[in-house]
Nanobody, 120 residues
Framework: QVQLVESGGGLVQPGGSLRLSCAAS????????MSWYRQAPGKERELVAS????????NYTDSVTGRFTISRDNAKKTVYLQMNSLKPEDTAVYYC?????????????WGQGTQVTVSS
């Protein structure tokens, strides 16, 4: 079955950096998109960044543009989120999402989440 394993979260001071990773397994399709979401306490889950299957298109929410970079390694089926100049408001649980294009339509899968805490 499809599995997503996230890593890289932790505690960092404001202005610091973290790199999140999400490794996918359990499927053979080459047509898939990956993205990162986050959910802060008391708030709805929001899309942070996404990257297309060919890595040609990336999108970011306004609040992270210029600070975060999403990338992927198709050979490893892994997506990364490089987070720089972190702010306390970036504190949240970060989730990886995988969408695979199947004959029956898109199929979505979520990772278990990794906590990112930005605090001095």
């Amino acid at each position: 079955q499809v599995q997503l394993v996230e890593s890289g979260g932790g505690l960092v001071q404001p202005g610091g950096s973290l790199r999140l990773s999400c490794a996918a397994s359990g499927f053979t399709s080459s047509g898939y998109a990956m993205s990162w979401y986050r959910q802060a306490p008391g708030k709805e889950r929001e899309l942070v960044a996404s990257i297309s299957s060919a890595s040609r298109t990336t999108n970011y929410t306004d609040s992270v543009t210029g600070r975060f970079t999403i990338s992927r390694d198709n050979a490893k089926k892994t997506v990364y989120l490089q987070m720089n100049s972190l702010k306390p408001e970036d504190t949240a649980v970060y989730y990886c999402k995988l969408v695979i294009w199947t004959m029956a339509g898109p199929a979505g899968y979520w990772g278990q989440g990794t906590q990112v805490t930005v605090s001095s």
